[in-house]
């Protein structure tokens, strides 16, 4: 259990994860993080796995959906990353910068994804722009923590699954039309669709709501030769942490993991890769890749 109520004149931390933070706002930023989270292993070489490949991802501005576009472009995909809010804009025109730095073309779209209009115009855009989608990455997320299930709110929970599920959803929908047979969809789970989470509820419901979209798309879609799988990451240092988390429990943040610390970005990327490549995973759909 977390300290809670951080003081910074009165709280002292031990074995802290990182600086005491809190952002409030959602979307989180990832430029003013302290540390910034690690997107890139320079160790990483490509193989040419997503070779002109077309990949969309919502929320790939940063955290998890920056270190993916990043990995994409390494495999020698094209991207376009999704993102909200105006104040992310400086986060999406980094994502840009790598993904170009790798030789790679990268679309940025500000689009609220809750809404199916707007998910009809993402794939309008993409289609225009490089005329195929051959990869869907439904990342965004969002996250409130709460102690109980009294302290969330009806606008809470339909935002919550607005964002986690719904714009998923339509996602999907909108790109089908344009996907052919050898495509890949993969959903970013949690840990916390098998765990679950007392002090998020809605979240983890969501993530669980997630698991089965992620399952029954896959038995849907199977026959179209469309590959449907999920990653379902573990605690890992993304903006969501300091937009969710008291500056206290920033501090704690992956603390009590075995290996004493969070994931970063970049750890969770390669299973992005392995499920979007039919070198890799033409046989595998209907699956969730833990990374914890």
Request: net charge neutral.
């Amino acid at each position: 259990m977390y300290p809670c109520n951080y003081n910074p004149l009165k709280c002292k931390i031990v074995n802290m994860g990182f600086p005491p933070q809190h952002q409030p706002m959602q979307p989180g930023i990832e430029y003013i993080m302290v540390p910034l989270p690690v997107s890139e292993d320079p160790n990483y070489i490509g193989s040419n796995k997503l070779q002109n490949k077309v990949a969309i991802i919502t929320g790939g501005d940063s955290g998890i959906g920056r270190a993916v576009a990043i990995a994409f472009a390494k495999e020698g995909a094209d991207v376009c990353i999704v993102y909200l809010s105006d104040y992310e804009s400086p986060d999406a025109l980094e994502t840009q910068r790598r993904v170009n730095a790798h030789g790679r073309k990268c679309l940025t779209i500000r689009a609220d994804v809750r809404n199916q209009a707007n998910c009809n115009k993402v794939v309008e855009q993409t289609m225009k722009e490089f005329g195929k989608i051959d990869i869907l990455v439904n990342n965004v997320g969002a996250s409130y923590n709460q102690p109980s299930i009294e302290a969330i709110s009806q606008e809470q929970l339909e935002d919550i699954f607005r964002t986690n599920v719904y714009s998923s959803f339509y996602m999907v929908k909108a790109s089908l039309p344009y996907m052919r047979s050898g495509a890949a969809i993969i959903n970013n789970i949690s840990v916390t669709a098998f765990e679950g989470a007392g002090n998020n509820i809605d979240y983890s419901s969501s993530k669980g709501a997630a698991l089965v979209f992620t399952k029954s798309l896959a038995q849907s879609l199977v026959h179209r030769g469309i590959r449907v799988n999920g990653v379902a990451p573990g605690m890992t240092w993304t903006p969501l942490v300091p937009a969710n988390m008291t500056a206290c429990e920033t501090a704690y943040f992956g603390t009590d993991r075995p290996m004493g610390r969070a994931a970063q970005p970049f750890e969770v990327a390669p299973a992005f890769v392995f499920l979007a490549s039919n070198i890799s995973s033409s046989y595998i759909t209907g699956q969730v890749i833990i990374v914890s």
